[in-house]
């Protein structure tokens, strides 16, 4: 990977949780780059480490249970890990953004919403309360709140789910990030205004310049939206390449699975009814992951050897990698 | 299963403290004969009245020449009953107020709540005082005048609870079921606000045991003879300079069956929350 | 096909109270006029966006809410307002019709066992002797792919997928003959979906349920259903078999909401008509069609009348102005 526009470059990073219940290795060796301009998406269920890793790379890791016990983080070739926790502030909104799930709970209920882009822009640019007003006026208007004048001056509240995460929108870009994370921004909306705010962000994307990092569980708007996807399972990358790499050809087991497990719109009505295809057992407990591929004990192409042997990621060309001894073993022949 | 369950208890330790002071307490009083080295009342001589702490007499004695350790060791009886039985009290009419408030709804809800709005802006002292003043001093009436005077707080939080847990989905599908009002009451709801109820129950008893001892130190509570600290403190006022053990180890009682309490109700109410004890 | 439930018109209005006497200032116009019927075996799909009216369609069917006006009716016995029914009746429609729930964590009491959960039901209703009733517990917990050794534990000790299927188990225990299933899968993992989505069809067949399948999730719905109803701001705008509504939506919404749909295939076609603007709210639903101030292919009398639901052919029903002008 000798490339000159990666602007993130994750290595070997592990997030583990130190609670009551012993350790959870929420994020276990990941390795991972986001190039300029691109859509990173990690897609995986609750509790595959996800949302933790992109904590980790903001430096917001719940406390005290959560750390980082390994691994770097480089921002424009600087780990950002090794930053005091002063400078990491002065980069979260400037350099990396983040949106989230829940736009509620996201937004100050007692402050306006132009006064929360403005405090945004104030912080990080030098400019007058007048300016940073405008522009953040101007910002609701880029991510299309209708009388944006007038908006601006209405506490969360007052809006409804979809403008609210198109504030949230507007506060992460205010400040030009080069990184925009974005986790399950759409899953707590409806199906019309998760297509109007998904059309929003690719399209803010190429004016901005912005890289995004989406983290989701939903395989359909990571086709939509990603040019590369991760997948992720019980804190490991288990699958990694383009978009159309992972859809027409995946290697790994779980996500061979998981695409046909999920019903498609329109199948029944062109090809009749059959059961969708289950992927059995639970999802792993991160407590209680034993030694071997995670996957194992839900996978239908196991051998002796997966229930013992951890497996590093095998290179299949053109960026696809997975982790599997199955593809290893192939290779290898 | 068990095993994990005394590792999450044995993790607390404001738990572990609470379970031992109140054990220890609970102890003292049941076995108060067996424990206590002279009679609290009988053993009165003169010719040993103010005696400083001694091998003979642990705690010393008092102006009486009682033994201020056996008297101590009795005294937890009294505080323990009044603590225990007037928070029962409480307790029950806290939760069935609450229950009838939150289920009935409509104008039970209005005049309970009116009821328990006024009970909580009157500070628990003055209120016991006043029904003291009523009827006049000893046990029973300390025991009265504590029983109905602390019930608001389990009151108001049983019926929040009643009120929030028909929202929840195992309560819609027990209605769906054809469960009966009542059955829901005691099969779905109450059981699960044992807890918070206990919770609350526990912090009362000791908030109880606070009350009866500045009743009897007012001299409205336990007459003496009857060793009780609250009025062992009052006695032992008068001698606070000259023979300071009179006072010291009676309040030392309180201060820590209070504490004990205080931190079993704590760390209980931690224990159950799932969000504190994760981490 | 025999009709199992009808319903007519149905209009659930929440009221607003609001200052010291709890005045009421105005409705929440939760559900604003729905008719529907479900046919003996069948599935209907009710799809819509968040505060549609689907969930309180739901609740209304099952009685655990009043009804403001409407007329429904179960094998034939109007059963609209419950507390007026018999008590032995009442007991009948509770046993007749069961719910299964989105959320497998608030669905189950946690102080109760597997075995008391699936079990009191039937023991409160009197419907079987001690012994068939564990032997039923047993098998119903077999039939939803649950150890049967695992009665005695609590909820907390399942995962999400097992919970769910611990609460398919209830509504079964009392042998209903429609179940309404509201979002069941839209909480669980990707994985376990497919879990779930094929237990309801296999059960279905082997205990000749009716389904009222509740959801967001088109693909689902789709999969899963005979019929399928959209709903608008408390009222169905299209209403069709799968097929017909697949290959040929008619309302506008109808339309919009199946472009919105993200397709899980990186090749497929992104023009999509946006819908502009949040769906109103219930309190103040437009007037006319309410769906006119988003509507792509609004005309003059779209803001003054509203559109009935009506017959286009082969079942298919739309309640738009585009299809009234001949």
């Known amino acids: 990977m000798n490339h000159d526009d990666v602007l993130l470059n994750v290595r070997g990073l592990k997030t583990y949780f130190y609670t009551l219940d012993g350790i959870a290795k929420a994020v276990d060796g990941m390795s991972f780059y986001l190039d300029k301009g691109e859509t990173l998406a990690i897609v995986g269920e609750s509790g595959c480490g996800k949302s933790i890793t992109a904590l980790s790379i903001m430096g917001l890791v719940p406390q005290p249970a959560g750390k980082i016990v390994n691994g770097k983080i480089y921002l424009n070739n600087d780990d950002i890990l090794e930053y005091p926790e002063s400078k990491m502030q002065d980069i979260r909104g400037d350099k990396i953004a983040m949106i989230f799930q829940e736009p509620m709970t996201s937004l100050n209920p007692l402050m306006t919403v132009g006064s929360q882009i403005s405090e945004m822009i104030l912080r990080h640019r030098r400019v007058t309360k007048k300016e940073s007003w405008e522009r953040s006026v101007s910002m609701l208007e880029k991510v299309q709140i209708p009388s944006p004048g007038r908006r601006a001056k209405d506490y969360p509240h007052q809006l409804s789910g979809g403008m609210r995460q198109r504030v949230m929108i507007a506060i992460a870009l205010s400040c030009n990030p080069q990184i925009l994370i974005a986790d399950e921004p759409t899953t707590a909306l409806d199906v019309t205004i998760q297509a109007q705010i998904l059309d929003l962000m690719l399209r803010l994307k190429q004016d901005y310049e912005t890289s995004i990092l989406m983290i989701t569980h939903d395989l359909g708007v990571v086709a939509e939206v990603a040019q590369r996807i991760i997948v992720m399972y019980a804190g490991k990358i288990i699958e990694e390449g383009n978009v159309f790499s992972i859809f027409e050809n995946p290697r790994h087991p779980y996500t061979k699975a998981l695409l046909k497990s999920i019903p498609k719109f329109g199948n029944r009505t062109e090809h009749g009814r059959e059961p969708l295809q289950e992927i059995t057992g639970i999802v792993p407990n991160l407590y209680k992951l034993g030694s071997g591929c995670s996957f194992c004990p839900r996978c239908k192409e196991a051998m002796d050897i997966c229930k013992i042997k951890d497996v590093g990621l095998t290179d299949l060309g053109n960026g696809h990698r997975v982790r599997c001894l199955l593809c290893k073993s192939k290779r290898e022949e | ?279 | 096909m025999e009709p199992i439930l009808e319903v007519t018109d149905l209009k659930v209005h929440f009221p607003i109270k609001k200052g010291i006497f709890a005045q009421t200032k105005g409705y929440v116009y939760a559900v604003d006029g729905v008719s529907f019927t479900l046919n003996k075996g069948e599935t209907l799909g009710v799809v819509g966006e968040s505060g549609c009216g689907k969930t309180t369609t739901g609740m209304a069917v099952l009685q655990l809410l009043d009804i403001t006006s409407g007329k429904i009716v179960f094998n034939g016995k109007d059963i609209s307002d419950i507390s007026k029914m018999p008590f032995d009746e009442v007991i009948d429609f509770r046993k007749k019709v069961q719910i299964i729930f989105q959320d497998p964590f608030s669905s189950l009491n946690p102080r109760m066992t597997i075995e008391h959960i699936i079990g009191d039901p039937m023991r409160i209703h009197k419907m079987f002797g001690e012994k068939e009733i564990k032997e039923r517990v047993a098998y119903l917990m077999e039939k939803t792919g649950l150890r049967p050794g695992q009665a005695g534990r609590y909820p907390h000790e399942f995962s999400g997928g097992q919970r769910q299927r611990i609460g398919i188990a209830r509504a079964l225990s009392m042998g209903p003959e429609i179940i309404i299933a509201d979002e069941p899968v839209s909480a669980l993992d990707v994985s376990i979906q497919a879990q779930i989505i094929n237990l309801l069809v296999e059960l279905q067949e082997e205990f000749d349920l009716s389904y009222i399948f509740i959801a967001h999730d088109l693909a689902v719905v789709e999969h899963i259903c005979d019929r399928i109803a959209v709903m608008y701001l408390g009222k169905i705008v299209e209403m069709a078999s799968y097929e017909e509504l697949f290959l040929n939506p008619r309302h506008p919404y109808t339309k919009a909401l199946f472009s919105a749909i993200p397709i899980a295939d990186p090749r497929a076609k992104k023009d999509r008509t946006l819908l502009e603007g949040d769906v109103p709210s219930p309190r103040h639903p437009p007037s006319g069609c309410s769906f006119h101030p988003r509507c792509p292919e609004c005309f003059k009398t779209c803001n003054i009348d509203d559109p009935v639901l009506r017959n286009m052919g082969n079942d298919h029903f739309v309640a738009c102005h585009l299809y009234n002008r001949h």
């Open chain 2, 1 to 279: 299963m068990k095993d994990t369950i005394y590792k999450k208890i044995l993790r607390r330790k404001n738990l572990v403290v609470g379970i031992i002071i109140t054990l220890a307490v609970v102890f003292m009083a049941i076995f108060a004969p067996l424990m206590s080295p002279y009679h609290p009342i009988d053993d009165a001589d003169l010719m040993v009245s103010d005696q400083p702490p001694s091998i003979e007499f642990l705690f010393g004695t008092d102006e009486q020449g009682r033994d201020i350790l056996s008297r101590v060791i009795y005294g937890a009886r009294v505080s323990l009953s009044i603590g225990l039985l007037s928070q029962a009290m409480n307790t029950v009419i806290g939760v069935v107020l609450g229950l009838l408030a939150g289920f009935m709804g409509k104008w039970w809800d209005d005049i309970i709540m009116g009821l328990t709005n006024i009970m909580l802006s009157i500070p628990s002292l003055v209120f016991a005082l006043a029904i003291m003043a009523l009827l006049g001093p000893g046990l029973i009436n300390v025991f009265l005048a504590l029983g109905f005077t602390n019930w608001a707080y389990t009151c108001r939080i049983t019926r929040s609870q009643v009120l929030s847990s028909q929202e929840l989905n195992f309560v819609k599908a027990a209605q769906a079921l054809g469960y009966g009002k009542i059955r829901i009451m005691f099969t779905q709801i109450l059981p699960n606000i044992v807890g918070p109820i206990l919770v609350i129950g526990t912090l009362g008893v000791a908030g109880a045991i606070l009350i009866e001892a500045g009743l009897s130190f007012l001299g409205l509570g336990t007459q003496p003879p009857t060793p009780s600290w609250g009025g062992m403190l009052a006695t032992a006022r008068e001698q606070l300079f000259t023979s300071p053990w009179i006072s010291i180890f009676p309040g030392l009682a309180i201060f820590i069956t209070v504490l004990g309490l205080n931190l079993l109700g704590d760390g209980w109410r931690d224990y159950m929350d799932p969000r504190i004890s994760r981490q």
